[in-house]
């Protein structure tokens, strides 16, 4: 090869005769992913097939001004998914692509990014070829990666980070996403979350992350308007929040993420990278990982001499409300109590109440005298007791360094919480009351519930009579029958919701009949009192 000139690539008329090759035939229709956000990050076949196109089926992100330069007699139909606004379904969008084809035009779907990074671009595909049309796929730039790098933030630094997760995080982070963001090699890229960024924070922490952790959101990426705020976990979403910053954006976490870390003069790190190798053995050694983290990423239990962590235990929903109120709750418990906070859940949600206990309290067996104290308390987010408390929560804490605590109730303080959110629903002289439990088999469980009705009697000044959701009776509808006897014309049966957070049990008391429903106890400061005062209780103290 020695004294051969090197290879070069095509210049000129010839790169021009090369882009014919990529042909978008009647009848066919051509994914296109294009790009990030600035117009000219799209691919070169992607514009090649765009400009071949009879019909182009937009979305709202990318390279919109690409579609000011088709021609006049090419059609536009815009499709673009906007926050809380979807003019069309995906199953649309699919019949669409399908009608366009037979109809013999020649069709491309203009989407953002790369179809197949959290595009949906294989239901589309799948559609299209359900239907027999022919249908191909240009990659595109995703902003999973082109948003990080626009702000400065390298997904992947040797030395500092050697892996990249991308999760949709229009929802609850997952096991999996917890892992990454507890690993001090990886970095995770958080997309079509801005909005639900208190909600990522609050779970994030309530699992062990730490509030020293990196991040960066980006966004408008590539584009004029493109803006980056940095900050941690402790305080991004007051950064955010300053700075206006809203869709569409990326949220980057990770120690790439850190303000300054491009910044020779700044990344005091820089001299610890290692010479040799690529993957994980290239990190840098004493890198830092998640409070109460192994370096294996996993929980670590309490050191001799900390406060045992508090682990809030609830029943779990798949209500997004409930699960806001549930981490408002522990927050706000988190901000008073000696020591850490995690959360566990007994059903439908992760993580569960073993798991967590596994991870910060020891076999009883496996430990030393001199560690011979309790290293988690499970306080049951929970009202009263019954299953949940005896055999899930007193399960998980058999044969650990760890105790549980008391159910929250009875407690006058939850009356007190139930008498104001009565009042925030317009409770009236001459309503009836009835207080709706959530119900249990439990006989004490049952006992429970009643004596809280009688505490909340005692507070309101009248009889508040009881109804069950579940398992117990009377059944709230009974319930709500039985008070609406006797009432003149006009007067109405009014409900105490006594569950913790909105969700299944809630939905079922709000529909027995009642003519008004008050809200449930959710995130209030007694609430986390009592929660306190259990764990402090459970300690002996």
């Not at 892996?163 to 995770?188: M, Q, S």
């Not at 699992?207 to 940095?230: D, H, M």
């Not at 005298?369 to 009263?384: D, G, I, K």
């Not at 008070?483 to 109405?492: D, F, I, M, T, Y």
């Amino acid at each position: 090869m020695s004294g051969q000139p090197a290879s070069r690539p095509a210049e000129g008329p010839q790169v021009e005769a090369r882009l014919v090759e990529a042909r978008l035939e009647p009848g066919t229709v051509a994914l296109v992913g294009g790009g990030p956000g600035a117009w000219d990050l799209i691919t070169v076949r992607g514009l090649t097939l765009l400009r071949q196109a009879d019909v182009v089926v937009a979305d709202r992100l990318g390279p919109r001004s690409l579609l000011d330069e088709l021609a006049d007699d090419v059609e536009v139909i815009d499709v673009g998914k906007r926050p809380g606004a979807h003019p069309l379904s995906q199953e649309a969008i699919g019949a669409l692509l399908v009608r366009l084809a037979q109809d013999g035009r020649r069709v491309v779907r203009l989407k953002g990014g790369d179809p197949f990074v959290l595009g949906r671009g294989g239901e589309e595909v799948l559609a299209c070829r359900a239907a027999g049309i022919d249908v191909m796929v240009v990659p595109g730039v995703t902003s999973a990666l082109a948003g990080p790098a626009a702000g400065d933030v390298p997904v992947t630094q040797r030395g500092t980070a050697v892996a990249v997760h991308i999760v949709n995080a229009h929802g609850d982070l997952g096991p999996a996403d917890l892992a990454a963001l507890a690993d001090p090699g990886t970095t995770t890229v958080l997309m079509m979350g801005v909005g639900w960024l208190p909600r990522l924070v609050a779970q994030a922490l309530l699992n062990g992350i730490s509030p020293a952790t990196p991040v960066a959101v980006v966004q408008e990426a590539t584009l004029p308007t493109q803006r980056t705020v940095r900050g941690t976990l402790a305080d991004i979403e007051q950064v955010v929040a300053d700075a206006g910053i809203g869709h569409p954006a990326v949220i980057v976490v990770g120690r790439t993420a850190a303000d300054g870390f491009l910044h020779p003069e700044e990344l005091a790190a820089a001299a610890d990278v290692p010479a040799h190798g690529a993957g994980r053995e290239a990190l840098a050694e004493g890198a830092e990982i998640a409070e109460g983290l192994t370096a294996d990423g996993l929980p670590a239990p309490a050191a001799p001499g900390t406060a045992p962590v508090l682990i809030g235990c609830s029943h779990g929903t798949r209500s997004r409300e409930g699960r806001d109120v549930l981490r408002a709750l522990l927050t706000r418990i988190a901000a008073q109590a000696p020591g850490p906070v995690r959360e566990a859940f007994v059903d439908v949600q992760a993580p569960d109440v073993p798991a967590v206990v596994a991870a910060h309290a020891e076999l009883a067996e496996m430990r030393t005298r001199e560690a011979e104290t309790v290293q988690a308390v499970v306080v049951p987010l929970l009202l009263s007791v019954g299953y949940h408390v005896k055999d899930d929560i007193g399960g998980a804490v058999a044969g650990r360094a760890a105790t549980a605590a008391g159910p929250l109730g009875p407690d006058p303080r939850l009356a007190e919480v139930m008498a104001q959110r009565l009042d925030e629903a317009g409770l009236r002289d001459g309503d009836a009351v009835v207080m709706a439990g959530s119900g249990t088999r439990d006989p004490e469980g049952v006992a429970q519930v009643e004596e809280m009705a009688r505490l909340l009697s005692a507070r309101l000044g009248r009889e508040a009579t009881v109804g069950f959701a579940y398992a117990a009776t009377p059944s709230v509808p009974a319930a709500v029958a039985a008070a609406r006897e006797g009432l003149p014309k006009g007067g109405r049966v009014v409900v105490a919701s006594y569950v913790l957070a909105p969700g299944h049990f809630h939905d079922l008391v709000s529909g027995a009949g009642a003519d008004v429903v008050a809200a449930p106890l959710g995130d209030h400061e007694l609430v986390a009192e009592i929660a306190l005062e259990r764990y402090e209780a459970a300690l002996g103290a």
